[in-house]
């Protein structure tokens, strides 16, 4: 290595040993998050940008004729915009229920903490508890859904292959 290596090497454990004292650890290490984040954005814009514009849009190769498309085919019940049903928010109002109960229980008796406190953590837990309680209900009503779609498609080519033979 040379002397201007060194002295970058020099000058950059000065300033974050500087700035440990001045921002503390905690902090310099908020810093180096948020410097990384900015330049992590700025690098990927970049590289985006030189591929979008190194993409050869009008290639040579690419076929001029007509281009065949498929009949489009009625949309599955996931891809239309439907309402979730009852399952969904009665089931987040249950797991928020228990979540805020189990929560306020657990801060009261394990903890030993304030009514005002066992409140606030028992209102975090509610939160918790119906986040879960509607990501449980969205997977199992999409789970329900997705089999119950299989199926059906199942049975038409079932049909489909009786009618034919």
Known sequence: MNLRTFSWIT??????????????????LAVVVGVACLAAHVAGNAIGTSIRDATDRERSDR?????????????????RGESLGRLVPVSAGIGGLIGGLIGTFCLLVFVGSSLPGAVLGGISSAVIG?????????????????FREADAAEQMHQRRHSAEG
């Open 11 to 28: 000058v950059v454990v000065g300033v974050t040993v500087a700035a440990v004292s001045w921002f503390g650890i905690a902090g310099t």
């Open 63 to 79: 076929p001029t004729g007509l281009v065949t498309i498929p009949e489009r085919q009625p949309p599955t019940l996931l891809e």
């Open 130 to 146: 119906g986040i879960g309680g509607f990501l449980l209900a969205s997977f199992v009503d999409v789970i329900r859904s997705a």
